[in-house]
């Protein structure tokens, strides 16, 4: 491996928008520790980066259990060197309305899209902080911004998960670490397919939500974690960053015409 190539760990990277932010960040010259709660896709999926003459390793591990955590970001280490950027992408959804939304669930989108936030940003910067640099880059959504019916605790987490990344921000500024958070708007994905169906709703419903007139592609995720890991983003710290074509900012009463 190059003495130049820096390491990357991306959880929730099995499937979605962290198999493709897995993808870019190799093509960019990344080691990649695929990291998944399910062995066989982080196998998988780590499997065909390396068979495309990339370097990448499965990092089995539930990211809401510290000592797996910590384990996961050990070996990562071991096998691919120091960790230069964390990618805290594994996420959970769940929809009911308020009334019926079940306990265990919100603990569960809890577990995921926060704790697990803290768990795996905690055990990064220690190293980090040690050598005085690194990324860590926060997967909210939209949802923790704007306001969405019978979606509570992901709204509610992921507005955590933005606070999160903020905070921490500042406070690990001085060591020359950089954590940023990205929020993806309606992305073309399984979890949103499967959202659209339980409301009876097509995905050009979806579409028309959205000024810029399309769904996000998970590449225009990746493609922005790509850049905030990067040397030119070097000063860019505590931002809260929208892919959203314009669907956070957009309400009726702005339609032209």
Same mark, same amino acid.
């Given at each position: 491996?190059?003495a130049?190539r820096r !390491?990357?760990?991306v #959880?929730?990277?099995?499937r979605?928008i962290g198999?493709?932010t897995?993808?870019?960040? !190799?093509? &960019?010259?990344?080691a990649?520790?695929?990291?998944? +709660? $399910?062995?066989?896709s982080?196998?998988r999926?780590a499997?065909?980066?390396?068979? *495309?003459g990339?370097? +990448?390793?499965?990092?089995r =591990? $539930?990211? #809401?259990?510290k000592a797996?955590?910590?384990a996961?970001? $050990?070996?990562?280490?071991?096998?691919?060197?120091?960790l230069?950027?964390?990618?805290?992408?594994a996420?959970s959804?769940h929809?009911?309305?308020i009334?019926?939304?079940?306990?265990?669930?919100?603990?569960?989108?809890?577990?995921?899209?926060?704790?697990a936030?803290f768990l795996?940003?905690?055990?990064?910067?220690?190293?980090m902080?040690e050598?005085?640099?690194g990324?860590?880059?926060?997967m909210?959504?939209?949802?923790g911004?704007?306001v969405?019916?019978?979606?509570?605790?992901?709204c509610? *987490?992921?507005?955590a998960?933005?606070?999160? *990344?903020?905070c921490a *921000?500042?406070e690990?500024?001085?060591? =020359?670490i950089?954590?940023n958070?990205? !929020?993806?708007g309606? #992305?073309?994905?399984?979890?949103?397919?499967k959202?659209?169906a339980?409301?009876?709703? =097509?995905?050009?419903?979806?579409?028309?939500?959205?000024p810029a007139?399309r769904?996000?592609l998970p590449?225009?995720?990746a493609s #922005?974690?790509?850049?905030?890991?990067?040397?030119? +983003?070097r000063?860019v710290? =505590?931002?809260v960053?929208?892919?959203?074509?314009?669907q956070?900012?957009y309400?009726p009463?702005t &339609?032209?015409g």
């Amino acid at each position: 491996m190059s003495a130049n190539r820096r !390491c990357a760990v991306v #959880t929730g990277a099995g499937r979605g928008i962290g198999l493709v932010t897995a993808r870019v960040l !190799c093509e &960019r010259g990344f080691a990649v520790a695929v990291n998944d +709660a $399910d062995a066989e896709s982080a196998h998988r999926a780590a499997a065909d980066l390396c068979k *495309a003459g990339h370097t +990448a390793i499965a990092a089995r =591990g $539930d990211v #809401t259990r510290k000592a797996e955590v910590e384990a996961m970001i $050990d070996s990562a280490e071991r096998e691919l060197g120091p960790l230069w950027l964390l990618v805290n992408n594994a996420g959970s959804y769940h929809s009911d309305p308020i009334e019926e939304f079940p306990e265990e669930a919100w603990d569960h989108e809890f577990a995921v899209d926060v704790k697990a936030v803290f768990l795996c940003s905690q055990k990064a910067l220690k190293g980090m902080i040690e050598r005085k640099g690194g990324r860590i880059v926060v997967m909210s959504s939209i949802a923790g911004e704007i306001v969405r019916t019978r979606q509570i605790a992901y709204c509610a *987490a992921k507005a955590a998960a933005i606070h999160f *990344a903020r905070c921490a *921000a500042v406070e690990v500024a001085p060591h =020359g670490i950089t954590v940023n958070c990205v !929020c993806p708007g309606m #992305t073309d994905s399984a979890m949103l397919r499967k959202s659209a169906a339980g409301r009876g709703k =097509g995905l050009e419903a979806y579409e028309e939500m959205i000024p810029a007139g399309r769904l996000a592609l998970p590449e225009d995720h990746a493609s #922005t974690i790509a850049w905030l890991a990067s040397d030119e +983003a070097r000063h860019v710290t =505590g931002q809260v960053i929208s892919v959203d074509g314009a669907q956070s900012l957009y309400h009726p009463l702005t &339609r032209q015409g």
